[in-house]
């Protein structure tokens, strides 16, 4: 049996930072960094009626779809019948991460690098087609390939072995909040001793069986224009808009970026803070006192002050109850009319890739003194008066304080600050 390499042996260091040199996107708007950072700045409403089945028999129809994806430009054949959509586009996402951060992980230690990526429903389309051949066919024309491609880690796992990376590895499963906890555990890798970690997530929850459970939450707008469907924070909230795609983000440590002459260094993660409301399985507590906590955990651990944030990007839940707890606990942690923006008012609610996607214009918005705006929010509804951004704007903007929340009343907050 080979022994364990040294540094899977030596103590955490908390003096190892953890830095962000690396974005893929893949996202309802566009695909790669600079088509969907172009598509965010301008407000493109990605938001449309499903194509990917016939809707007509659901009450929700809407979805955010990512136009023009093609796994054959990305992967082989036969990894394309193995995994899923979802896995599809990690993959892509993270060759797209890879290149960006000029990174080869072709003979490099593979146990100083690792995964940890968030998926909040797995692999939903090639479930799908294994549901209708069970019920249609019979068990024996079930695939073989249905006990791994559908499982929330498998994501994970074939990103792991592509890229032989044997450091730790793992998948957080908490619907919206799984992103930014990705992150941080990404970042409790690199104190571990861990060189570099391809984080983030992708959803592809867009399928007849996978609408039907999410219709279940009642969280889903009903509306059938997209220009109506999906408005968090205003008086006409009804609810959000699914979408699917996210975005692979390169967690590394600081000094083996600087080292190796990463080209850039967008973003170090600083802070985190992760709290549950405890208030009821499937419905969304009007409370926002645990997303505060969440929030002034993450200064805290940051060593920031409130009044050191520039921009706030919001989980914006599209329900009203959930908007005006974020709103109060903006309000509470921040005491000013700090910026606050929802780009995914553009792309619909990623769940697993949603907060990875507002992660990547986070950096960006830091790179380039841009906020991207918030659409659809024309009046803010009672309680939910921010200072939103809804148009793009210039702004210095030198530390970012991200919220997700995840179905089952998780919170979770990550400050970012610009190196």
Not at 43 to 53: E, P, V
Not at 142 to 170: D, H, L, N
Not at 194 to 213: H, K, Q
Request: hydrophobic content about 40%; overall charge negative.
């Amino acid at each position: 049996m080979a022994l364990k390499p040294e540094s899977f042996t030596s103590l955490p260091d908390a003096d190892r930072r953890a830095v962000i040199t690396g974005i893929g996107v893949v996202a309802p708007g566009g695909i790669g960094n600079d088509a969907w950072w172009k598509a965010a700045k301008a407000g493109k409403n990605a938001i449309r009626r499903i194509t990917r089945f016939d809707p007509s028999q659901y009450p929700a129809q809407l979805a955010g779809e990512v136009d023009g994806f093609d796994a054959a430009d990305y992967i082989d054949q036969r990894m394309i019948v193995q995994t899923d959509h979802w896995t599809h586009m990690a993959l892509a996402a993270t060759q797209l991460a890879l290149d960006d951060a000029k990174f080869d992980p072709e003979g490099k230690d593979p146990y100083s690098m690792s995964v940890i990526t968030a998926s909040g429903s797995g692999g939903n389309e090639f479930g799908q087609k294994e549901i209708e051949n069970l019920w249609g066919k019979g068990p024996l024309f079930v695939g073989a390939y249905q006990s791994i491609a559908w499982f929330y880690a498998a994501t994970t796992g074939q990103i792991a072995i592509k890229y032989g990376m044997k450091g730790p590895c793992g998948v957080v499963c908490q619907e919206g909040a799984g992103g930014l906890e990705a992150l941080w555990h990404s970042r409790r890798n690199i104190i571990r001793n861990v060189d570099f970690v391809i984080s983030g997530g992708t959803e592809a929850p867009i399928g007849p069986y996978a609408l039907t459970c999410q219709l279940t939450n009642g969280r889903l707008s009903l509306e059938n224009e997209p220009e109506a469907a999906y408005r968090p924070f205003d008086e006409r909230a009804n609810g959000y808009v699914m979408g699917e795609g996210g975005a692979i983000v390169i967690v590394e440590e600081a000094g083996h970026a600087k080292k190796r002459k990463a080209p850039q260094v967008y973003a170090e993660i600083l802070g985190y803070g992760a709290t549950n409301d405890a208030f009821h399985a499937k419905r969304v507590s009007d409370d926002g006192s645990q997303l505060e906590r969440a929030m002034k955990m993450a200064l805290e651990r940051a060593g920031v002050g409130a009044d050191d944030v520039d921009a706030v990007f919001a989980d914006a839940a599209g329900v009203p109850e959930a908007d005006r707890a974020e709103a109060d606990a903006i309000k509470k942690v921040f005491g000013r009319p700090v910026p606050v923006t929802a780009p995914k008012t553009a792309t619909g609610r990623l769940y697993g890739g949603g907060a990875p996607l507002d992660v990547a214009a986070a950096v960006f918005a830091m790179r380039d003194g841009v906020l991207p705006p918030t659409i659809n929010v024309d009046k803010p509804a009672e309680g939910c008066d921010l200072a939103f951004v809804t148009k793009a704007t210039e702004a210095e903007v030198g530390t970012v304080l991200v919220n997700a929340r995840g179905f089952g009343g998780f919170n979770s907050s990550l400050v970012l600050r610009k190196p």
